[in-house]
């Protein structure tokens, strides 16, 4: 008889980042759907679900009430890093584990988080490194007034600067904020090779649509000259954005709809967000199959135990080898330009943290 393991899930399915929570709802549930019915695998999942609707108020106390009120240890959940920096106290305490299934912006690396999609050595750089190539090296910086923008943009500037380039602004909306015509009217004025996009949810939106009307207005601000770049934008939140004005933007993630080489799996996901989610599942199946008691341990014990590895999480910090994809939206879907294979996180930019040009040798290549 199989075991039965609680697993939670804290995802909101309201509020500014409902998109992209769903987008990693939907591949957490179709991974234990999945993992449910496996012959082969010793264990089902149960999921328990809390919804903090937007309100990152809630998301501790839910987690806390996750992890008090039922048996599950590890919960696959969290958007944006201010949620994810609330929960981790309360695993802390509890001796829980998030499994996080989205893009961010490194220099963390938690004993009780497992991180599943993409950091800075993985997405930033080499965008960065493919925009220096192509477009040049003169950058404008935008980004929303919290963690995710403030630490991406002090990382470009850097990188940027170090290139011996030159940021022409940087700039920032509140959270939810729609007012962007400040921001346009200082691109306009500046005149960069590349606009750099940390904004997330209504703001990212309503500013692609108003630089698309730049770019009709003044034919420099077109994608072939100064495109948008993106570290966080996938195929799950294109529905929110009208058609022509996500044309042209150049964003970097491990995974788009129909490209290939997604560990542990050859499928098509709805987007990265969806296939790291999925991923997470998929790796904590594994590991809690090794051996009877695994569902008790702590998540440094689980990895050191597992009789058949790590599932390609680095014990050291808990990030996991990703492919690294540039692509660019081409008739409303995203057209891969650049590929690496299976870059290992590397959150702390501890192999350094130059821009990363494509088939330039600094980009470490791991089996």
Known sequence: MKKRIELGLLYS????????????????????????????????????????????????????????DSDARHVVGCVTSWSRKEV???????????????????????????????????????LLGWAFARLGRRGFLTGSNYIWGWEMNRLARDVILSASGEVLGERYLPLGSLDVDRMINEIRATRPNFILNNLIGPSQYAFLEAYHKLGQEDAHFRPETCPILSCNLTECELPAIHPAAIEGLVAAGPYFRGATGWPQAQRNFGSSHEAAAWSSVYRLAILLSGHEDAAEQSLAQLLHDAPQGSEGIDLSNHHTALPVLIAQVENGAFAVRERFEAVAGDPYLARGRNPIAPGAPRLKVVS
């Open 13 to 68: 399915r309201s509020g500014s980042y409902s998109l992209i929570s769903e987008a990693c709802r939907t591949g957490a549930l179709s991974a234990i759907a999945e993992i449910n019915s496996m012959p082969d695998l010793p264990i089902t999942f149960a999921p328990i679900e809390r919804d903090p609707q937007g309100n990152i108020d809630a998301y501790g106390p839910l987690c806390e009430e996750i992890l008090r």
């Open 88 to 126: 981790i106290p309360t695993l802390e305490k509890a001796g829980g584990t998030l499994w996080y299934a989205v893009p961010y912006e490194g220099f963390e690396a938690s004993d009780h988080v497992v991180y599943t999609h993409a950091c800075p050595n993985q997405h930033l750089l080499p």
